[in-house]
């Protein structure tokens, strides 16, 4: 560990403080301390998000908006509080642009659902970058094939980063959707989406961008952005699992169908007729996760009182110092060389399947992922079956990534 590395971490950011927060991180594993860099795939949990979750279900459980008690009240006045805190977060206009979701995954197949089949017809093309997550490919094929739209790859070199002037030449009017990640869960690109959304709006094209792997890393503001649509899930940015948002303009919303029917999706139901709730609820059918709303809530709290622009620099230190070590380890390739890259590291260890630098580097207690981490269609292009992949948070220290460079020349020793 360099020290200059160790100064950049220390000095306005305080990691072993906050490992104290997440209870998890302190176990052994296959008889190692515990190093967690699955990030990528979910983050996890500081105490104050279990406590939350923990404390609603002794305390105030019970159904939001439509009980006439007091339980039902508190539930409804914590559930509410967190929709404004991550409209807050987002810097979103109004708390009614906070759809509650599974995940960003049934966040696009919302908007692909009821915008795409209200507003595409045939002949309309949408754009999805090469690098997506297949959840910001599948819903926009379903939604084409019901409606006689294309889905057209916008094309990533082969450092990992869109090719912004191939995507200028495919835009046109018939282009109505452009969906993109504002991180790349496979290769770490932050994408230049500020860019994206002004060239997408200036053909007409609406423009969605998946922040699944951006929220985690740095403040988010959506009026800036000017995006139409920001989806992400609860679980990478510290929450629960099955939990998502969607943000949308106010405009856009309001206009779209219900995606489901249901409870409190409704204002009245007859069988003459049944008219619809306003936002957020008219996208909110049936009993919401309301546990894990209010944990999420807590999971804001906790980073809104956290130095972020120091943890950011804190995990784009462990990166740098990371790639640094890959570059001078024999046999090692780094996949996605982007210019500006986020807590991501895939890798490949020449001769060596990727599943089995996984399978090792675990029994020396160190957790990555390996495989095409759901973005299939840009490992074909690079011609791989996929990657290792080790992802960064804030929690994560410089000693971490040297027991993961220590791990990797154990496994080598394995492998090759
Ligand atoms: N988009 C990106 C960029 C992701 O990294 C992920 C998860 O890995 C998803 C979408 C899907 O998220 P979820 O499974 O939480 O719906």
Redesign the pocket.
């Given at each position: 560990m360099t020290e200059s590395l160790v100064s950049v971490g220390a000095v306005n950011f305080d990691v072993e403080k906050i490992r104290a927060d997440f209870p998890i991180l302190h176990q052994q594993v296959n008889g190692q301390p515990l190093v967690y860099l699955d990030n990528?795939?979910t983050t996890q949990k500081p105490n104050v998000v279990i406590d939350a979750i923990s404390d609603y279900y002794r305390t105030d459980n019970s159904n939001v908006h439509r009980g006439a008690h007091a339980l039902a009240d508190r539930a409804t006045v914590k559930f509410e509080a967190a929709r404004e805190k991550v409209a807050a977060f987002l810097n979103a206009a109004s708390a009614k642009q906070i759809i509650w979701t599974r995940?960003?995954?049934?966040s696009i197949n919302l908007v692909a659902a009821s915008w795409g089949k209200a507003n595409l017809q045939q002949g309309d093309r949408i754009l999805v970058s090469a690098m997506e997550?297949h959840?910001?490919i599948v819903p926009w094929q379903l939604v084409a094939q019901a409606t006689g739209a294309t889905v057209e790859p916008i094309p990533v070199d082969s450092n990992g980063s869109i090719n912004i002037s191939a995507f200028e030449n495919m835009l046109d009017a018939k282009v109505k959707m452009v969906s993109v990640?504002h991180v790349s869960?496979a290769l770490g690109t932050i994408n230049p989406v500020e860019k994206i959304i002004g060239l997408a709006h200036a053909v007409g094209a609406r423009v969605l961008i998946?922040g699944?792997?951006a929220v985690s890393h740095w403040n988010v503001d959506v009026q800036k952005l000017d995006c139409d649509f920001y989806v992400f899930?609860a679980?990478?940015l510290f929450g629960p699992t099955g939990l998502?948002v969607l943000y949308g303009k106010l405009d856009l919303l309001n206009a779209m169908p219900p995606y489901q029917g249901g409870g409190e999706m409704i204002e009245t139901v007859a069988f003459s007729g049944t008219t619809y709730n306003q936002l957020p609820y008219k996208f909110e059918a049936g009993t919401p996760d309301i546990a894990g709303v209010i944990g999420f809530g807590a999971a804001i709290d906790y980073l809104n009182a956290m130095d972020r622009v120091a943890a950011s620099a804190h995990e784009q230190a462990l990166l740098e110092y990371a790639e640094e070590k890959a570059r001078s380890t024999s046999g090692l390739k780094l996949v996605g060389a982007a210019t500006h890259k986020a807590s991501v590291m895939s890798f490949l260890l020449e001769g060596a399947h990727p599943a089995d630098v996984g399978v090792l580097l675990d029994k020396q207690g160190v957790a990555v992922r390996t495989g095409n981490h759901?973005a299939q269609p840009i490992m074909d292009q690079f011609g791989i079956p996929g990657t290792v992949r080790a992802s960064f948070s804030f929690y994560n220290t410089f000693d971490e990534v040297d027991r993961l460079f220590a791990a990797i020349e154990k496994a080598k020793t394995f492998l090759l």
């Open positions: 990528a795939a995940g960003t995954t049934e997550h959840s910001n990640g869960n998946d699944a792997q899930s679980h990478k998502g759901c």
